[in-house]
Nanobody, 121 residues
Framework: QVQLVESGGGLVQPGGSLRLSCAASGSIFRINDMRWYRQAPGKQRELVAA???????HYVDSVKGRFTISRDNAKNTLYLEMNSPQPEDTAVYYCNADIVATVRPYGRNSWGQGTQVTVSS
């Protein structure tokens, strides 16, 4: 099986910083694109940032210049550096990845369980 486990969420003050991590484990052959999504109460889940296996990144306009997505391919780990977060960034953050597994089904789109980020003074 394949698992994605997020960590690093919590309470942060506006203007502070927080780093989320997402560790992938299990029967993994290769990880292609990886993404961070978030879902605020009463809102739809939205894509925050994405990164390809070669490091090309994409951000939603609302986090450009404040958040940085990165990955460590050797560790199968995804990161989201959140700088100067604002109250509107409060949400459950989810890791998502396109994974080629070593067991069937070989092609998978996997999700983590989510980690709560609360931005408040």
């Amino acid at each position: 099986q394949v698992q994605l486990v997020e960590s690093g969420g919590g309470l942060v003050q506006p203007g502070g910083s927080l780093r989320l991590s997402c560790a992938a484990s299990g029967s993994i052959f290769r990880i292609n694109d990886m993404r961070w999504y978030r879902q605020a109460p009463g809102k739809q889940r939205e894509l925050v940032a994405a990164i390809t296996s070669s490091g090309i990144t994409h951000y939603v306009d609302s986090v450009k210049g404040r958040f940085t997505i990165s990955r460590d391919n050797a560790k199968n780990t995804l990161y989201l550096e959140m700088n100067s977060p604002q109250p509107e960034d409060t949400a459950v953050y989810y890791c998502n990845a396109d994974i080629v597994a070593t067991v069937r089904p070989y092609g998978r789109n996997s999700w983590g369980q989510g980690t709560q980020v609360t931005v408040s003074s």
